[in-house]
Structure formats: structure tokens, C-alpha cells
């Protein structure tokens, strides 16, 4: 047996059945072994950014990581913005980074590089793997660091020899550690706080914003009069009938300051004190008022849902009903504006639809809208880094095993970042509806350039302009293999939206906005 054999047969036995790649020279042993040994799905992706953000959403709906298969260190650099995302959104993935033949790396061959000081920029463990004999070893290891309650990126580099070698031994599967124990001492000072306070602010993130932790954080605040806000990066929240309509701290500064101003305490679920995305002359970093004290209940690498039920406990909230969110909006009609888009996606969405949403400047009705939505999963951009929405949903699509229509909300711009994600589900028939937002410009930079007092003339417009030429988006989907068609009113992209939930494969409507 040789070392990437031993790999393949290690990660199958220790859960990972997905591979997304996009493979090399160095890589082909791996390969080969992929081609003999049955039991991965491996899904091509024609560009690493597109692999790393496919595993990241297909994390965020299986709840356990897949592997990624990529090029030496300049395909590593290629994904690192999407794992960038990934490690915001505290998605657990498996790394496998080809590299130079541990005798072959000395000469300095064009493609060597410093593979091992990339990868830690993104990677909460990394480790180069020179023999074959240890392959499955360090395989098994990294499984179990990305499987953390907590999703971590673990990165294993794979010299070609230490794939090519004989004298692989298969690994058995290593018992991941417990999160650390919720404090005792946390949940008293919560209880107490909530009970002897007023203002107060339970804020959520992370596990704690699915299902199972917004119902116990929701029984906190019924019966203590506090407040419920999630962090507005949250990578994943469950949403719709039957979830709690969570408001999300504002992405824009003023609009989070004011939001935020009320609260003299704010209780921590796996959440971080809110800060802005960016400095801006003359306003705050900080979105909270100076004089805020935090009470953390859980870090982000604890059980929120053990943390939530220890002080629901404590303060002995009774079990009460999820607040109705009142009677689905119809469809919007008319020339598309963000309250149609949302009370349009509301009305039409399928049950269990899984929406992936980088729609920043266009979405800011999104949430309010789709409260009364059916119950869906809501991913969204957990990083900053642009370029996620299409993989993201390409994953997620792939997670679902097809059962679940997939509904990317994609501004243009951001779209260009990984459009080649749409071959992706034309070659898997993954049931994904993109609604291309299409402004023609980098209209959130538009926005960002007055945040920062600046006056854009004709050539900061035209760096932030995507027309002269024009992208056809219903060509290039065409292209990648895709069916697509153009709206210019809420109406007909409702009729599109209705024609794409009733196929198998994926469909991309350009929507002029």
C-alpha cells in the first residue's frame, strides 16, 4: 500500500466520504488512489477558491467536514480567501495540499514555495507529512481537529513521495475531544444579571443561532425580559415558521450603534463583542456603548446548547411558544426592489430551501421579510472576503444529498469571484437557483467610499463600474452548462423562481436591479 492510498482509506474510515478538487502533478498518486479505492465522492471544481468554498458550505449543512484537494502552495493561495470564510464561520474542513518530493524540494523547482507558512493563516493545525508510513497517521489526526464542536481548518501537506512510497498503513479513527466544560460560575453571574438588571442583551452566534439553542436562549429572555440578537456574521442560522424572528446586530456602523446603544450588559453566547468591519473617520470601532459590560455564558469552542439549558435551569424559565410571525407575504410586483425581492422569496421559497445570501447592498430587507418564510437554513458570508455565495451553495447542495433546493441571493460582482462554481452544479445537477443581482457595479464600495468621507469622481467610478462591456450573466451561465434566463420585473422573476424550483438541476435567473 502506498501513502495515498492509506490517506484515502483513512479518511474514509474516519467519516470524510467527499472530496472537493482541483488536483495537480503532485497530486496524482492521490488521485490514482481515489480512482481504485470506492467509496468518495469526489466533485471537481475548476478553480481552488470555488474547492475551499464548496467545502465550507458543505460543512455548514452535513456538520462534518469534507476534504479538499489542492495544487501545492500557489493552489493553496488560490482557496485561501474562501477558507479565510470558512474559519470565520468556524466550518471544519480537511486540507490535503500536494507539495514538492521531499529530495526534488531543495532544487527550488518553479512551484515550490512555503506551503506550511501559507497554510497557518488559515489553518487552526497544520502539519507536513515526509514519510508514508505516517500518512494515515497524521490523516486520522487531522480528521479529528476539524471535527472540533467548534469546525477548525486542519491542513495536511503531502509531499509526492510520501504519496508514492509503499509502506502506508491504514489509521483507525481518532475520538474527538469533548468541548471544554460550560462554567458554572458563567451561568450564575448570567442568572444573576438577568434577574437584577435592566438592558440587557442576550447576544448568540454560531451553534447557538441554530434550532435547538435559539428556542432555550428564547425561554431566557420570555422569562427575564431581555432581549435576543445574533452577530451579524453568523455563518449559519435556521430560519423561517416555527424558528425565532432573530434580528442581527446591523452590518452598517450607525445603524449597529444605535441598535446596540440601549444595552448596559450583554451576555455572550459563542459570540464576540460586535465590532465594525471597518474604521471610519470620526466614528466608532467599538458598536457598543463604552460604558457595556460583558458576561460571557460560553466561548465560541463551548456547547452553547449545554450552556443555554444550564441557565435556563438556573432561572427556571418555563417552555413557551415561538412568537408567530404573521401570514406569509405574497409576491412582490413591479420594478425589483429589496422589500419585493424578500416578500417574493418568502412567499415562494420551498420547505427546508437552504438559502446562501451575499447580497449585501440589495438584502437589507431580506431578513424581516423571510420570517415568516417556511423553515429554511440561512448561510451567510462569515468573513468579509467576497466570493463565497456560489460555492457556498454549491457545497451546501451537495451536502443535502440533492434533496433540498439550494437559493443563492449573489450580487454580480462578488459572483465574478467564482462564477465557475456554476459548471460545478451543471456537472453535478445540483438542484441551486442563483438570483444574479445585477447592479453593474460594486455598489457596497459605492456605499463604503462616502462611509469614509471621500468623493468619488470619474476614475474611482470607473474602478467601481462593471459595465463597458456589459456582463451577460445568462450567456456565461449558458456557458458554464447552466440554464438561465433574464428578469427585469418581480414578476417574472417569481414565474422564473417557480419554473427553477420544478427541476432537478441548477438554474441562474439575471435579475436587472
Not at 466608532?284 to 446548547?305: G, K, N, T
Not at 421559497?349 to 421579510?369: D, Q, T, V
Request: hydrophobic residues 40%; negative net charge.
Amino acid at each position: 500500500m502506498n501513502g495515498a492510498e492509506s490517506l484515502v482509506r483513512t479518511l474514509l474510515k474516519s467519516g470524510v466520504d467527499t472530496c472537493f478538487a482541483n488536483p495537480g502533478t503532485s497530486e496524482m498518486h492521490f488521485v490514482g488512489a481515489l480512482d481504485r479505492i470506492p467509496g468518495m465522492h469526489c466533485v471537481l471544481g475548476l478553480q481552488e477558491n470555488v474547492v475551499t468554498g464548496m467545502a465550507d458550505g458543505y460543512y455548514r449543512i452535513a456538520g462534518k467536514p469534507a476534504c479538499t484537494l489542492l495544487h501545492c502552495g500557489p493552489g493553496l493561495a488560490n482557496g485561501m480567501a474562501n477558507l479565510h470564510n470558512a474559519r470565520r464561520a468556524r466550518a471544519g474542513i480537511v486540507n490535503i495540499v500536494g507539495d514538492q518530493a521531499t529530495y526534488h524540494r531543495p532544487l527550488d523547482a518553479p512551484l515550490t514555495a512555503d506551503t506550511e507558512g501559507m497554510a497557518r493563516t488559515v489553518s487552526h493545525w497544520v502539519r507536513t507529512c515526509s514519510n508514508a508510513g505516517d500518512v494515515g497517521r497524521d490523516a486520522a489526526a487531522a480528521v479529528q481537529a476539524a471535527s472540533a464542536l467548534s469546525g477548525q481548518i486542519a491542513t495536511l501537506i503531502l509531499p509526492a513521495d510520501s504519496s508514492w512510497n509503499t509502506g502506508g498503513v491504514v489509521a483507525e479513527p481518532l475520538s474527538v475531544p469533548p468541548p471544554p466544560p460550560v462554567d458554572p460560575h458563567a451561568v450564575t453571574t448570567a442568572a444573576r444579571i438577568l434577574h437584577s438588571q435592566k438592558n440587557v442583551l442576550i447576544l448568540i452566534a454560531d451553534q447557538a443561532t441554530l434550532a435547538p439553542s435559539q428556542h432555550l436562549a428564547w425561554r431566557v429572555a420570555e422569562a427575564t425580559g431581555a432581549d435576543l440578537m445574533g452577530s451579524y456574521t453568523n455563518g449559519h442560522l435556521q430560519r423561517g415558521r416555527g424558528r425565532i424572528p432573530l434580528p442581527r446586530v446591523p452590518y452598517v456602523v450607525d445603524a449597529a450603534v444605535a441598535a446596540l446603544d440601549k444595552y448596559e450588559h450583554i451576555i455572550l453566547v459563542n459570540a464576540e463583542p460586535p465590532v465594525g468591519f471597518f474604521a471610519y473617520p470620526n466614528r466608532p470601532s467599538a458598536l457598543y456603548r463604552p460604558d457595556s459590560q460583558f458576561h460571557v455564558l460560553s466561548r465560541p469552542d463551548q456547547d452553547s446548547e449545554a450552556a443555554l439549558q444550564a441557565l435556563v435551569d438556573e432561572i427556571g424559565a418555563p417552555e413557551t411558544a415561538i412568537p408567530d410571525p404573521g401570514p406569509l407575504p405574497d409576491a412582490g410586483t413591479g420594478a425589483p426592489t429589496p422589500e419585493g425581492l424578500a416578500q417574493t422569496l418568502a412567499a415562494l421559497m420551498p420547505e427546508g430551501a437552504i438559502i446562501s445570501n451575499e447580497s449585501i447592498s440589495f438584502g437589507g430587507y431580506l431578513e424581516h421579510f423571510t420570517y415568516a418564510a417556511p423553515a429554511h437554513d440561512w448561510l451567510n458570508l462569515g468573513g468579509g472576503a467576497i466570493g463565497d455565495g456560489l460555492p457556498v451553495a454549491t457545497g451546501a447542495a451537495v451536502a443535502s444529498r440533492g434533496e433540498r433546493r439550494v437559493i443563492s441571493l449573489q450580487a454580480d460582482g462578488s459572483a465574478m469571484y467564482s462564477l465557475q462554481s456554476l459548471w460545478t452544479q451543471a456537472r453535478e445537477q445540483l438542484p441551486c437557483t442563483t438570483i444574479l443581482l445585477n447592479n453593474r457595479r460594486y455598489n457596497i464600495l459605492i456605499g463604503e467610499y462616502a462611509n469614509v468621507g471621500a468623493e468619488p469622481g470619474p476614475t474611482a467610478m470607473g474602478m467601481l463600474d462593471l459595465s463597458r462591456p456589459d456582463l451577460d450573466w445568462v450567456k456565461m451561465a449558458n456557458g458554464m452548462g447552466v440554464e438561465a434566463a433574464r428578469a427585469t420585473t418581480l414578476e417574472q422573476c417569481a414565474d422564473l423562481m417557480r419554473q427553477s424550483f420544478n427541476q432537478a438541476g441548477p438554474f441562474l435567473i439575471d435579475l436587472i436591479i
